[in-house]
């Protein structure tokens, strides 16, 4: 069974510039996770699909991130404009259903600059 | 909101000492999950406990859940360097978004 893939693995941007990560999850998991991961600290949700809802977003800073699961399979999560603060891993996860156990992947590693 | 924190931050031992991290949740789970993050890599699920005051063994790892299902703990018998990295417990609670929340790590180093 494949795992999670997500790309890219690494992007260094500049403060300002737009950027976008992809993730297709687990065949078969209903549900999506996009976690972000600040050196030194947990991993923080910020939202969680359920096929292609919305289920939570209420960490998500939606002034600037944004994330869609349109086909209720692989999802997208972006920043624009980013700021030096946004450096972190992105991490996404994916379980067969609410609350199970979560699978990662490998994440993409974000530096502002 | 829920928090869950975890002591100590940091732990480091001789190979073949033992190592114990503490979970604590400010609210009542449902179940507990347990992952572990080696350096540069992602967290990898472990365990996951759902009775309260349930043990479960994994070889030299015992896990716990507390009897008030707000705390757990995770214990390494004879620690080895392949031990090194972050764990990483995640508290939850079940409603309609089912959220896990993670705790903030302890990472333990080994060394010979």
């Known amino acids: 069974e494949a795992g999670v893939a997500q790309s890219p693995r690494y992007k260094i941007i500049e403060k300002r510039q737009s950027v976008a990560f992809w993730c297709n999850p687990i065949?078969?998991?209903?549900?999506l996770y996009w976690y972000q991961q600040i050196l030194g600290q947990g991993p923080k949700l910020l939202i969680q699909?359920?096929?292609?809802?919305?289920?939570?977003d209420s960490q998500l800073p939606k002034d600037r991130f944004s994330a869609e699961r349109l086909k209720g399979v692989d999802s997208t999560l972006k920043i624009q404009p980013a700021k030096l603060e946004d450096s972190a891993v992105y991490l996404c996860?994916?379980?067969?259903?609410?609350?199970?156990?979560?699978?990662f992947g490998p994440g993409t590693r974000l530096l502002v600059l | 909101g829920q928090q869950v924190m975890q002591i100590p931050q940091y732990q480091h031992v001789q190979e073949g000492e033992d190592f114990t991290t503490y979970c604590n949740s400010s609210?009542?789970?449902?179940?507990i999950q347990w992952y572990k993050q080696r350096p540069g890599g992602h967290p990898v699920f472990l365990i996951q406990?759902?009775?309260?005051?349930e043990v479960k063994k994994q070889k030299r790892l015992t896990f716990q859940f507390g009897e008030a299902k707000k705390n757990s703990s995770l214990h390494i018998t004879a620690t080895q360097t392949t031990d090194v990295g972050t764990y990483f417990c995640?508290?939850?609670?079940?409603?309609?978004?089912?959220?896990?929340?993670f705790g903030t790590g302890t990472r333990l180093q080994v060394t010979l």
């Open positions: 996860a994916s379980t067969r259903g609410l609350g199970e156990t979560q699978y």
């Open positions: 065949s078969g998991h209903a549900t």
């Open positions: 699909f359920q096929n292609n809802g919305v289920v939570d």
């Open positions: 609210t009542t789970l449902s179940n």
């Open positions: 406990l759902v009775k309260s005051g």
């Open positions: 995640a508290g939850l609670v079940r409603g309609t978004a089912s959220k896990l929340t």
